[in-house]
T-cell receptor, first 111, second 114 residues
């Protein structure tokens, strides 16, 4: 069935280095893709959402590009900050079905 | 900013006991959801609701019931709590379906079943 895969469960980076968190989807149809972020002891919240017109969504220095050829929606940032440490979820939405979340990637940024 | 409030924030329950988790939203949203969070599994949908007095099964409904007595309130009920139901539970609401759907989450309820 339709699903979202996040291959990395844990990612640890040094402050200032680039960030890339992987997300791939499997579906017969073109989905809408999302990134949600959950900081420690906080509620998950929407970070980015894919557009239908191939625009690249950006927020708080993060961006993600929907590549239909590779079925991917990787999350990227050019320079990691300590405050980026959080749990990141990739999610997909197909038609009128419910949003489905990946397993999540815990990002830890070290000084 | 949308507001979703869950109660209690944490709970310890005994195996076989009944547990009720409550969720209240002040967003005037039609859609409400219950997810459970487990390491390695992410957020999985248990039950959801489009309208008051109606609930739908999500991906993992077994062992859970839901109740939507009003647009603002959505409860998750564990009639016979089991050890495997130890998890963090999140309630969420949204005001749209399809491409405009954005979930607003509560802060979660940490449930420990002993």
């Amino acid at each position: 069935g339709d699903s979202v895969t996040q291959t990395e469960g844990l990612v640890t980076l040094t402050e200032g280095l680039p960030v890339m968190l992987n997300c791939t989807y499997q579906s017969t149809y073109s989905p809408f893709l999302f990134w949600y972020v959950q900081h420690l002891n906080e509620a998950p919240k929407l970070l980015l959402k894919s557009f239908t017109d191939n625009k690249r969504p950006e927020h708080q220095g993060f961006h993600a590009t929907l590549h239909k050829s590779s079925s991917s929606f990787h999350l990227q940032k050019s320079s990691a900050q300590l405050s980026d440490s959080a749990l990141y979820y990739c999610a997909s939405l197909y038609g009128n079905e419910k949003i489905t979340f990946g397993a999540g990637t815990k990002l830890t940024i070290k000084p | 900013e949308a507001a979703v409030t869950q109660s209690p924030r944490s709970k310890v329950a005994v195996t076989g006991g009944k547990v009720t988790l409550s969720c209240h939203q002040t967003n005037n949203h039609d859609y409400m959801y219950w997810y459970r969070q487990d390491t390695g599994h992410g957020l999985r949908l248990i039950h959801y609701s489009y309208v008051a007095d109606s609930t739908e099964k999500g991906d993992i409904p077994d062992g859970y019931k839901a109740s939507r007595p009003s647009q603002e309130n959505f409860s998750l009920i564990l009639e016979l709590a089991s050890l495997s139901q130890t998890a963090v539970y999140f309630c969420a609401s949204s005001d749209a379906q399809g491409s405009n759907e954005r979930l607003f989450f509560g802060h979660g309820t940490k449930l420990s079943v002993l």
